[in-house]
């Protein structure tokens, strides 16, 4: 049965987690298989051109289990890869910058939000140009933090050190006419109640996450690959490194500890594979 | 001549350039071939397996260049992966724990150091074990701070929130007895003004950097390979990826902007060089 495959998701890192947790909620009948790039994050910090490669290696290791959907739980790798994901990939793929975008309009009434995200998100205008490809009027102010996933990392969630770091980031982008705020990257859920003190009650918070879990589910609807039955094995959670804090860090994200975790040897992976993933990076094939 | 072959030099990213430019100031007719593996940093956050791997992997690139030395500037590395690059290169190589710690001891009459370091650092024991094998009487307090490298990347030498996040670091740890402080992470000495105003002015503080430039010329000394002509080449920098801000941070660790700064396709040529680094890593292949 093709409804029966799972979901394939892929992160730089573990903050992907936060978006699979949501897919759990919204589509607790599907099997979900992760993989976390730990041995080679941060993606924020990276070229275009290394994303997008990157990008593909991640696919193609997903693509391993059949996977009948793919979910770039990484704001980096939706902001900078997903052309090429989208035109490569033989299944159907969303990231989730789009979601988060057509929240953001949904949300405000002044047509006014801000963006806070990785140096490599914000610098991709990826964002912006989702939300003005729908509403050319909508103003956007964008905002790179790049000391909030260390912060999020050191478990400094509401330490005075991160409320003066989220001053410093967010106080000279506020203003009155602003109220929508999509929370740009997969570790900033984390931080919500913590920016939330920063903005003030008026304004929405949106958890790219859950908007495209919730896109996740309206997509498979609408391609009758949605799976009705029983949950058809458990979740699977991959990484390329196991980095000492991880199993810590990765239960705090995904709101329980971590079972079925393996590491896969990611290096031989790519030097077995490389002929494909070459020809899925080679712009003369087309998937 | 054996002599007129360049020193390697490299690291994970550019924090090593602080260790570069004082290698510079001491060993002026030395030519320097620098490589910072910008694709995959950080180390600091990985496990010791990657990061042995990635420390061969660094250093074969640089041995195609027939360096006379090879010098890791990069503390991770250092700490995790000096006993494999010993064993297994076939030129001298240094790292930067022994040298700083050396200094440590000459520095503190009160037999008492504090080490300050990223979390990988500081978990492998390295600085406290160099130090302890020379006096076992000695006390090391060791102290992981992995949000400085954020901090200095953003550019935040100075700034309330870094002055703020030193006093969280360093207060709880620091004592009376404390009368040197090894900055043991590349990154660490644009901090150094700043860490000094925690500190106060009675603790000598230890730039590993400048240590191991001075046992690189000791050591080329010994093994009479120094160069004392004029320098037989300009210094070369290798990337295995050009982050955006690349230029800019670079520039403030080395003191000047970087010239002859080229990206590698390294991926390349970990796939072309497989079966050599391979070798290297094998523990059944004596170098």
């Known amino acids: 049965m ?3 495959r799972p979901i394939g998701i892929f992160d730089s890192g573990i903050g992907g987690l936060t978006v699979l947790r949501q897919l759990r909620k919204l589509l607790p009948n599907e099997q979900l298989i992760y993989f976390g790039d730990t041995a080679r994050i941060p993606y924020g910090t990276k070229s275009k051109k290394l994303i997008e490669r990157y990008a593909i290696e991640d696919a193609a290791f997903l693509l391993q289990f059949d996977v009948k959907m793919i979910v770039v739980a990484c704001n980096t790798a939706s902001a900078l890869a997903m052309d090429v994901l989208k035109k490569r990939l ?3 793929v969303t990231g989730v910058i789009r979601p988060g975008a057509l929240a953001a309009i949904r949300h405000s009434k002044k047509k006014q939000t801000l963006i806070m995200g990785t140096s490599a998100t914000v610098r991709s205008g990826a964002y912006t140009e989702a939300i003005q490809a729908q509403d050319p009027d909508f103003t956007v102010v964008a905002r790179d933090c790049p000391l909030l996933v260390p912060l999020v990392e050191e478990g400094w969630l509401d330490d005075p050190v991160t409320m003066m770091t ?3 980031y ?3 982008v506020l203003n009155a006419e602003i109220d929508s705020l999509i929370l740009g990257c997969t570790h900033y859920p984390l931080l919500a109640e913590s ?7 008026d304004v929405h918070l949106i958890d790219s996450g859950y908007e495209t879990a919730y896109y996740v589910r309206e997509t498979l609807k609408q391609l009758k690959l949605e799976h009705k039955g029983t949950r058809p094995g458990e979740d699977r959670f ?3 490194d196991i980095p000492q804090k991880f199993a810590d860090i990765g239960a705090r994200f995904l709101g329980e500890p971590l079972a079925h975790l393996k590491r896969v040897d990611f290096e031989n992976f790519l030097v077995e594979q490389n ?3 070459e020809k899925l990076l080679s712009p003369k094939v087309e998937q």
């Not at 920016?195 to 009650?201: D, N």
């Open 166 to 168: 989220l001053h410093k």
């Open 195 to 201: 920016i939330r003190k920063v903005t003030g009650p």
């Open 170 to 172: 967010l106080d000279p």
């Open 90 to 92: 033989p299944v159907p």
């Open 2 to 4: 093709k409804e029966t």
């Open 275 to 277: 002929d494909r993933i």
């Open 238 to 240: 991959y990484v390329s």
